[in-house]
Antibody
Framework: EVQLVESGGGPVKPGGSLRLSCAAS????????LNWLRQAPGKGLEWVSA????????YYADSVKGRFAISRDNAKNSLYLQMNSLRAEDTALYYC????????????WGQGTMVTVSS | EVVLTQSPATLSLSPGGRATLSCRAS??????LAWYQQKPGQAPRLLIY???NRATGIPARFSGSGSGTDFTLTINSLEPEDFAVYYC????????FGQGTKVEIK
């Protein structure tokens, strides 16, 4: 079964850091670009960051540029998001999602991990 | 940035009815438009890609149409499990989503 499972979320104080992980299974991990997206409570979907299949190309939304860092380990079938200088507005459910270039769409999503930034 | 505007915000329909959801882009996205369904407490699920192609396992009652700036998702013969929030998404420079349309039971 094709699956993405996020972990690493939790409560954190403003200015703090957190590292999210996403474990993949059921597909050839190294052949797919991957993304992080988020959804604030009761709100819509926001794309956060993308990384190419080899990790050589990386992109960020303006809202997180300079604070978040995406990475991947193809040997471990894992995706990561290092989040620094966290703000209250970063509070959200964070999803990892597989990008299907032939579809220009996110075809597989994890169940998400919640990040709460509060003092 | 391409802004996607979905309408209506909420659609109140009865099971068996037809839902017509609209997504308008601020500039042409060609046919690079996808639709997702999200139920409470669940991750989004890809329904339609390339404006009109059903994703794997999606029932035929779901159909998408449009190109350029105007797109439509139609759900025929609404089933109880279809009541959810629907998002459109495009990827030109970077991915953006519409604000969502909630299809609720009337």
């Amino acid at each position: 079964e094709v699956q993405l499972v996020e972990s690493g979320g939790g409560p954190v104080k403003p200015g703090g850091s957190l590292r999210l992980s996403c474990a993949a299974s059921g597909f050839i991990f190294s052949t797919y670009p991957l993304n992080w997206l988020r959804q604030a409570p009761g709100k819509g979907l926001e794309w956060v960051s993308a990384i190419s299949n080899t990790g050589s190309n990386i992109y960020y939304a303006d809202s997180v540029k300079g604070r978040f860092a995406i990475s991947r380990d193809n040997a471990k079938n894992s995706l990561y998001l290092q989040m620094n200088s966290l703000r209250a507005e970063d509070t959200a459910l964070y999803y990892c999602a597989r990008w299907a270039e032939d579809k220009t769409a996110f075809d597989i999503w994890g169940q998400g991990t919640m990040v709460t930034v509060s003092s | 940035e391409v802004v996607l505007t979905q309408s209506p915000a909420t659609l109140s329909l009865s099971p068996g009815g037809r839902a017509t959801l609209s997504c308008r882009a601020s500039q042409s996205v060609s046919s690079q438009l996808a639709w997702y369904q999200q139920k409470p407490g669940q991750a989004p699920r890809l329904l339609i890609y390339g404006a009109s192609n059903r994703a794997t396992g999606i029932p035929a009652r779901f159909s998408g149409s449009g190109s350029g700036t105007d797109f439509t998702l139609t759900i025929n013969s609404l089933e109880p499990e279809d009541f959810a929030v629907y998002y459109c998404q495009q990827r030109t420079a970077w991915p953006t989503f519409g604000q969502g349309t909630k299809v609720e039971i009337k």
